[in-house]
């Protein structure tokens, strides 16, 4: 069973900067896709970055020049640097991994809260 570790999380002001990571049990390169989601209390579960096997990024509109995902093959983990953070950044963050066998994995989620 595939287990994503994500860590990261935690409370800062507006404009600061957070990063996330997320390792996964098994090897980075078991995964054709790994990302990141987010869920605000009272909403539905929304993408936020996914990084490829090939380097393809894609990003929500809404973190495209603040967020970049990045990959480190050395430590096998997905990374998530989030800069000039906002209030309605806040919310749980999930780690996203697709197999190359097509079965989708999720963390645990790591809170990630924008306040003065």
């Known amino acids: 069973q595939v287990q994503l570790m994500e860590s990261g999380g935690g409370l800062v002001q507006p404009g600061g900067s957070l990063r996330l990571s997320c390792a996964p049990s098994?090897?980075?390169?078991?995964?054709?896709?790994m990302g990141w989601y987010r869920q605000a209390p009272g909403k539905q579960r929304d993408f936020v970055a996914r990084l490829t096997s090939g380097d393809t990024r894609n990003y929500a509109d809404s973190v495209k020049g603040r967020f970049t995902i990045s990959r480190d093959d050395t430590k096998n983990t997905v990374s998530l640097q989030m800069n000039s953070l906002k209030p309605e950044d806040t919310a749980v963050y999930y780690c996203?991994?697709?197999?190359?066998?097509?079965?989708?994995?999720w963390g645990q989620g790591t809170q990630v809260t924008v306040s003065s």
């Open positions: 996203f991994a697709r197999s190359r066998d097509g079965l989708d994995y």
């Open positions: 098994g090897s980075i390169f078991s995964f054709t896709v």
